[in-house]
């Protein structure tokens, strides 16, 4: 399972990647995760620090693409602009996917700070947890208090940290992984086993189901865009027509979310 959440949240870092360069949100330097076991003893695991508001983090995601679907209603394929009531129907196809991958990026860092913080609560309670865990966890620590100072962030600057926060996150669990491990730690096997009982898997399986939902308006979309398009349009979108074909002739779920990966290649 830990494989499948890897190839899910690299599709969401080439989408926030794509996204960073489109809005010119600079993206922050990565926070030091490095902390002491001391400090992360002296937080008391930050057991106690508050949940957030997801839907209010949703909202100013959607403010960073909002867009006027009835602008320049056309086909042209000149370019990605990003000026509002200059976009193709193309570049609408692109911020429509991006505006959607913002919020599920904003739903994988909201619930996988759940998922740690519910682990450092539960190590909270162990009598005498080793050097090496404790490192682990202040890294866990350090991610969640990241995550907190994320939330009173513009919407500008939130997507360009959500790309970043995206890729910890993954590192910090895929380090847990013990099937891909030749010689897994009792640290190791003990955090994914917390991962897991905190709700990981839930947020792998969670995270699919909103993507496979999202894939079908996709498709709409898509069908819309490409049956409207002049045959010399067909022809530039040669590579488009043969990735839709790859991702609607691919039955498995994991492996379609690594084909979608693709498509933002086809606005490089």
């Known amino acids: 399972m830990l494989k499948m959440y890897t ?15 489109l809005i010119n949100a600079a993206s922050p330097q ?12 002296a937080e008391q695991l930050i057991a106690e620090s508050a949940t957030s508001n997801t839907e209010d983090n949703n909202a100013n995601i959607n403010n960073v693409f909002t867009h006027d679907e009835n602008t320049n209603n056309n086909n042209n394929n000149s ?17 429509y996917t991006l505006e959607e991958f ?11 700070t759940e998922v740690l913080r519910n682990v450092l609560k539960d190590a909270a309670t162990l009598k005498e947890p080793t050097a ?15 995550a907190d100072a994320v939330r009173k962030l513009s919407a500008d600057e939130k997507v360009g940290e959500l790309y970043d926060m995206v890729v910890l996150f993954t590192e910090l669990v895929e ?4 099937s891909a491990l030749e010689n897994a730690t009792t640290e190791s096997m003990y955090l994914e086993m917390s991962l897991k009982k905190n709700g990981l898997d839930k947020l792998q399986v969670d995270f699919l189901e909103r993507f496979l939902v999202f894939s079908a308006q996709f498709n709409a979309r898509m069908d ?3 049956e409207n398009l002049t045959p010399e349009q067909r022809a530039y979108e040669r590579k488009m027509f043969e990735w839709y074909r790859a ?7 994991e492996k379609k979310v690594e084909i979608f990966a693709k498509f933002f290649e086809l606005y490089a």
Request: net charge negative; hydrophobic share 45%.
């Open 30 to 41: 990565a926070s030091d995760l490095n902390a002491s076991p001391e400090s992360f003893k």
């Open 175 to 178: 380090r847990h992984n013990t």
């Open 102 to 112: 913002a919020l599920l990026s904003n739903f994988t860092v909201e619930h996988g």
């Open 224 to 226: 819309s865009y490409l």
């Open 132 to 146: 090496a865990l404790l490192a682990h966890l202040a890294n866990f620590s350090a991610f969640v208090a990241r």
């Open 247 to 253: 991702f609607n002739a691919e039955t498995d779920s």
């Open 79 to 95: 370019g990605n602009k990003v000026h509002i009531g200059e976009w193709s129907d193309r570049d609408k196809l692109l911020f």
């Open 7 to 21: 190839g899910v949240t690299m599709l969401l870092v080439g989408c926030l990647l794509v996204s960073s360069q």
